[in-house]
C-alpha cells in the first residue's frame, strides 16, 4: 500500500472502533468532512476503507451466524 493508504486505512480502522464504543457512528462521516476540508484524495481514500472494513465486519457477522445455524442444526 501507498503511504496514503496506509494513513487511511489506520485512521479508518481507529474511527471505526470508536464510533462503535461511543455509540455515534455519525463520528465516521465527520471525520471525514474534516479530511475532505483539507484533502479530498485523503478523504476518497478514507471512506473506501471505511466502506471496506464496514462490508467485512458484516460478511464476518453473517458467517459467524450461519456456522452457529449449521453448528445447531447438525448437532
Same mark, same amino acid.
Given at each position: 500500500m501507498s503511504v496514503l493508504e496506509d494513513?487511511?486505512?489506520?485512521?479508518? #480502522?481507529?474511527?471505526?472502533?470508536?464510533?462503535?464504543?461511543?455509540g455515534r457512528?455519525?463520528?465516521?462521516?465527520?471525520?471525514? #468532512?474534516q479530511l475532505g476540508a483539507t484533502s479530498t484524495t485523503m478523504e476518497e481514500a478514507y471512506l473506501t476503507s471505511i466502506r471496506m472494513r464496514l462490508a467485512e465486519r458484516r460478511a464476518r457477522?453473517?458467517?459467524?451466524?450461519?456456522?452457529k445455524q449449521a453448528d445447531a442444526k447438525s448437532g
Open positions: 494513513l487511511a486505512d489506520s485512521l479508518a #480502522k481507529d474511527t471505526i472502533e470508536e464510533a462503535f464504543r461511543i457512528e455519525s463520528l465516521i462521516t465527520d471525520v471525514a #468532512k457477522e453473517f458467517l459467524t451466524t450461519q456456522v
